[in-house]
T-cell receptor
């Protein structure tokens, strides 16, 4: 079955440093979603990417969808303490409605 | 955020107990979901309901029994659970049923379940 892996599993950065998490699927995806889960909280939708090679920005966050639609990345510029949490990607196989969630990358910020 | 609510927030139950988790969405969505979140594992989809009809059942043990009486309410009935069933159970909703994975999921706060 489809697998969605994320690296790294954990990332500790100094406040102000950049952060990147990578999402890799074992199969080609029709779209990919990103969620953020704060410690003790629930996943909150951030964005969806649909097109091959698509790049979207939300303030300091940049999301990319790979040309082959098998991988994606989330980059945060100049991290802030409010960025703490687990960033999770979720993708859908072509021809399959099911959303498969990745393993997540937990980001901690050192003030 | 009060779009999707879940009760109770915390539940401790013995293996012989019967309990129910409740979820309510106030967003007018057509699809609702149950997910299981265990430590160090990705979110696992358990059930999908669309317009009160179950459209997905991911080989979940029969000790978990979902119920969707209307498009705003979803229940998860629990009986004779095992300690490994201890986890965070999240309810979610999304706008449409067709191609449901293409729509953003709105999650509730979850029920932290401990089976003793």
């Amino acid at each position: 079955g489809q697998q969605v892996m994320q690296i790294p599993q954990y990332q500790h950065v100094q406040e102000g440093e950049d952060f990147t998490t990578y999402c890799n699927s074992s199969t080609t995806l029709s779209n990919i979603q990103w969620y953020k889960q704060r410690p003790g909280g629930h996943p909150v939708f951030l964005i969806q990417l649909v097109k091959s090679g698509e790049v979207k920005k939300q303030k300091r966050l940049t999301f990319q969808f790979g040309e082959a639609k098998k991988n994606s990345s989330l980059h945060i510029t100049a991290t802030q303490t409010t960025d703490v949490g687990t960033y999770v990607c979720a993708g859908i196989d072509f021809g399959n409605e099911k959303l498969t969630f990745g393993t997540g990358t937990r980001l901690t910020i050192i003030p | 955020e009060t779009g999707v609510t879940q009760t109770p927030r915390h539940l401790v139950m013995g293996m012989t107990n019967k309990k129910s988790l409740k979820c309510e969405q106030h967003l007018g969505h057509n699809a609702m979901y149950w997910y299981k979140q265990s430590a160090k594992k990705p979110l696992e989809l358990m059930f999908v309901y669309s317009l009160e009809e179950r459209v997905e059942n991911n080989s979940v043990p029969s000790r978990f029994s979902p119920e969707c009486p209307n498009s705003s309410h979803l229940f998860l009935h629990l009986h004779t659970l095992q300690p490994e069933d201890s986890a965070l159970y999240l309810c979610a909703s999304s706008q449409e049923r067709v191609n449901w994975g293409s729509y953003e999921q709105y999650f509730g706060p979850g029920t932290r379940l401990t089976v003793t």
